[in-house]
């Protein structure tokens, strides 16, 4: 599986943006899609994830972005998507797409960079 991310940027305290993941390769073994972000010196963390239809549909987010992210997924282009709102300086971070698979191994895309600063 490869996994290509894309949509960081630069954008002000209270504004937007939206992740976009890509997944190739043997998608049929994806069971969940999922972000999560890492800063300078600390460990990756978890941000929200989405499980395929067939083993539940389920979404979960971390604490600190409930209600102001939404992850989704689009089957049919084997994407996983991330609108982020209301976004705060602390949001600043690397965000990773992770997708995991029926053997319960994880791949990681390259990271996009989400700098939130006025």
């Known amino acids: 599986v490869q996994l290509q991310a894309s949509g960081g940027g630069l954008v002000q305290p209270g504004g937007y943006l939206r992740l976009s993941c890509t997944a190739t390769?043997?998608?049929?073994?994806?069971?969940?899609m999922g972000w999560y972000r890492q800063t300078s010196g600390t460990q990756r963390d978890f941000v929200a994830a989405?499980?395929?239809?067939?083993?539940?549909?389920?979404?979960t987010y971390a604490d600190s972005v409930k209600g102001r992210f939404t992850i989704s997924r689009d089957s049919a282009k084997n994407a996983v998507y991330l609108q982020m709102n209301s976004l705060k300086p602390e949001d600043t971070a690397v965000y990773y797409c992770?997708?995991?698979?029926?053997?319960?191994?994880?791949?990681w895309g390259q990271g996009t960079l989400v700098t939130v600063s006025s």
């Open positions: 992770r997708a995991r698979t029926t053997t319960s191994v994880n791949y």
């Open positions: 390769g043997n998608i049929a073994s994806i069971v969940s």
């Open positions: 989405v499980v395929s239809v067939t083993a539940g549909g389920d979404i």
